[in-house]
């Protein structure tokens, strides 16, 4: 059985020239709320289908135009591609895998309100979730009647991810306990499927299971995943989201957006070992740039090919740098869409990032003969931070840890049990302006205070 591969794993997305583009956009910001080794690719692919005479898309032809389309792109044969259309199919299901393994599948994007009261964004995730686990099991040599519940009359509907509903109305079951059953777990876990995919997946069923619930609307909201970010790019993130007026909102997710592309930087720097080649006073742009030269990483390359499409360095400078402040409803309409284009970004700009977590190392203890790390994980937006400790392996100490100045703002990566010290790009000083400790982000001859706005000078 072929196993799956760790680390990033790639998704296409082809359109049906039928299917309105904003429910796309939907859909992939759907999925990215819930950010993991799975991304979905910036540019959108389009096809013209043709159908039967019954209005219906033949699979054998749609499947055949996927496949060349793939071929055309050159898309590599490992990644996922998936087809969206609101035109149904020949074989009546919403998620049709390719069933020579060659990881394509089609989705039908229907309208969903006759069964549940989940938005199509997230029926639609569901099923591309779906198409994504069917797609890999079969690339694994399984057969499809063999992982499907509900074809064989000794294999009932489970409420799994993998049941087959022939009864259209039965999908509302599924919704609601979007759950992935006993056996498909360890098929899963045979596969080799890495445990960071599974908790993506996981992410994204247990949001729509949420959203198909009648009692959806008395939920408590979960808590943001901007818990786990680090403390410049949560902040940020935070004062832009409490922002009412659409104006001031703009801004701060303007601040939102350079913190972002800063912290990468300054991460992707330490992480490979490379340096920062920028100015006494870069620009936003200069920023992107380095972003793009900095690093080999794919996930970053593809942020920066979005960033590019969706002129966001432009959208600052036009609206913020140097243009006219223009009406509100301008802005609440630019916000919404600015939204959820950042919310793709961290998907990848910050995701990969989560393995190696802010840390500020304070000190060393011992600890039965082996050293131990403690400080504060710098995460999430409250300045409170939380403790951290780290025991090291034996025989290594603070300075093999990396560790040459406590007090200094750090990557922690478990894997290699080694920090990777941001200084001087940020760093934890008592602000110049306001006499408090601040986490301070380099701006080439002065230092940025992320959380108040102060922009100050330090010595070396």
């Known amino acids: 059985m072929a196993r799956v591969p760790a680390g990033v794993q790639h998704l296409h997305l082809v359109a049906d020239l039928l299917l309105d583009r904003g429910i796309v956009d939907r859909i992939r910001r759907f999925v990215a709320q819930h950010p993991g080794p799975l991304q979905i690719a910036t540019e959108v692919a389009t096809l013209q289908l043709e159908t039967n005479a019954t209005g219906e898309l033949p699979w054998d032809s749609a499947m055949a135009r996927l496949t060349a389309e793939r071929s055309r792109r050159r898309w590599p044969r490992e990644h996922f591609v998936c087809l969206l259309t609101p035109t149904p199919n020949d074989q009546h299901w919403f998620c049709l895998p390719d069933r020579d393994g060659g990881r394509s599948a089609i989705v039908h994007v229907d309208d969903w309100g006759w069964i549940t009261s989940a938005p199509l964004e997230a029926a639609t995730s569901y099923n591309l979730v779906q198409a994504v686990a069917l797609s890999a099991a079969i690339a694994s040599k399984l057969d499809l009647i063999d992982i499907v519940h509900g074809i064989r009359a000794d294999d009932p509907h489970r409420g799994c991810l993998a049941d087959f509903c022939a009864d259209k109305s039965q999908i509302v079951f599924k919704l609601r306990t979007a759950d992935i059953c006993g056996d498909c777990l360890a098929r899963a876990e045979s596969m080799g499927v ?24 008395y939920l408590e909201e979960p808590r943001p995943t901007s818990d786990a970010w680090p403390f410049p790019v949560a902040v940020t993130k935070d004062k832009a989201v409490q922002t009412r007026d659409p104006v001031e909102r703009f801004s701060r997710l303007i601040d939102h957006f350079d913190s972002m592309v800063r912290f990468a930087c300054i991460a992707r720097a330490a992480l490979e070992g490379k340096n920062i080649a920028l100015g006494p006073r870069p620009s936003l742009g200069d920023w992107v740039q380095q972003l793009r030269q900095g690093t080999a990483d794919p996930a970053t390359h593809e942020a920066v090919r979005m960033i590019e499409a969706e002129g966001i360095v432009h959208l600052r400078n036009e609206y913020k740098g140097h243009g006219y402040v223009r009406s509100p409803s301008e802005y609440s309409d630019m916000n919404t869409h600015l939204e959820g284009v950042l919310t793709d970004l961290a998907a990848r700009l910050l995701s990969p990032l989560l393995r190696t977590p802010l840390v500020i190392v304070r000190g060393t203890d011992l600890e039965d003969g082996r050293h131990v790390l403690f400080g504060h994980r710098a995460t999430g937006s409250n300045s409170m931070f939380r403790s951290w400790r780290q025991q090291l392996p034996e025989g290594v100490d603070a300075p093999r840890a990396g560790i040459d100045n406590f007090g200094a703002l750090a990557l922690w990566d478990e894997t290699a049990a080694r920090c990777h010290p941001l200084h001087p790009f940020l760093r934890e000083e008592i602000c110049p302006a306001c006499r408090h400790p601040r986490i301070l982000v380099w701006d080439g001859d002065q230092y940025i205070d992320v959380q108040i706005g102060h922009r100050v000078r330090l010595d070396a």
């Open 194 to 217: 890495p445990e960071a995919i599974l908790r993506q997946l996981v992410s994204v069923l247990e949001a729509c299971r949420r959203s198909a619930l009648g009692t959806a609307r």
